[in-house]
T-cell receptor, first 115, second 112 residues
Framework: AAGVIQSPRHLIKEKRETATLKCYPI?????VYWYQQGPGQDPQFLIS???????DKGSIPDRFSAQQFSDYHSELNMSSLELGDSALYFC??????????????FGPGTRLTVT | GEDVEQSLFLSVREGDSSVINCTYT??????LYWYKQEPGAGLQLLTY?????DMKQDQRLTVLLNKKDKHLSLRIADTQTGDSAIYFC????????????FGTGTRLTVIP
């Protein structure tokens, strides 16, 4: 079965640079979530989108922005990167039309290293 | 934020049962989940339980929910070395937001 796709899988950036992470949800899923997992920590919710509109916002820094496009893929844009932004960034998706909207499936993650 | 607590480590011998525990504070949880994370990998949805259920069994996995004590557990029968991973419990609240709040994670080590 198709899973959530994230690209790139690994990214190395320097301080103050920008980064763009991409997420392709499972086909027919209309909701996308972004989570950040620091080293040895649990995943923390950043932001989510439903039908291309922002639905919920968590602990996302003002330096970060995100959007969901007409094909339901999503991009997380990160600017003025700081060392503390080094983490695994997960995208998850769920589908309100699938009958099991409460099942949230995660992608493999993008490991961002800021040097 | 919401507090979801788990013990950090658990070691069991291969073939034994593992029980991973989780406590949460928000009584408005609607769904409670168990995810598995292997080193450097993503989060794999193992199972979940709706808050009006007490128990759910899925092959080797048994989820028990004590809503009064806000306690959730995951029992893995006949634990195998491939079960070694970090296990996260997570809750989805009734407040309208659909995001998940994760526990601290339990690192399960299976000893051959």
């Amino acid at each position: 079965a198709a899973g959530v796709i994230q690209s790139p899988r690994h990214l190395i950036k320097e301080k103050r640079e920008t980064a763009t992470l991409k997420c392709y949800p499972i086909p027919r899923h209309d909701t996308v979530y972004w989570y950040q997992q620091g080293p040895g920590q649990d995943p923390q919710f950043l932001i989510s989108f439903y039908e291309k509109m922002q639905s919920d916002k968590g602990s996302i820094p003002d330096r970060f922005s995100a959007q969901q496009f007409s094909d339901y893929h999503s991009e997380l844009n990160m600017s003025s990167l700081e060392l503390g932004d080094s983490a695994l960034y997960f995208c998850a998706s769920s589908g309100t039309g699938t009958g099991v909207f409460y099942e949230q499936y995660f992608g493999p993650g993008t490991r961002l290293t800021v040097t | 934020g919401e507090d979801v607590e788990q013990s950090l480590f658990l070691s069991v011998r291969e073939g034994d049962s593992s029980v991973i525990n989780c406590t949460y504070t928000d009584s408005s949880s609607t769904y409670l989940y168990w995810y598995k994370q292997e080193p450097g990998a993503g989060l794999q949805l193992l199972t979940y339980i709706f808050s009006n259920m007490d128990m759910k069994q899925d092959q080797r996995l048994t989820v028990l929910l004590n809503k009064k004590d806000k306690h959730l557990s995951l029992r893995i029968a006949d634990t195998q070395t491939g079960d070694s991973a970090i296990y996260f419990c997570a809750e989805r609240l009734q407040t309208g937001a659909n995001n998940l709040f994760f526990g601290t994670g339990t690192r399960l080590t299976v000893i051959p």
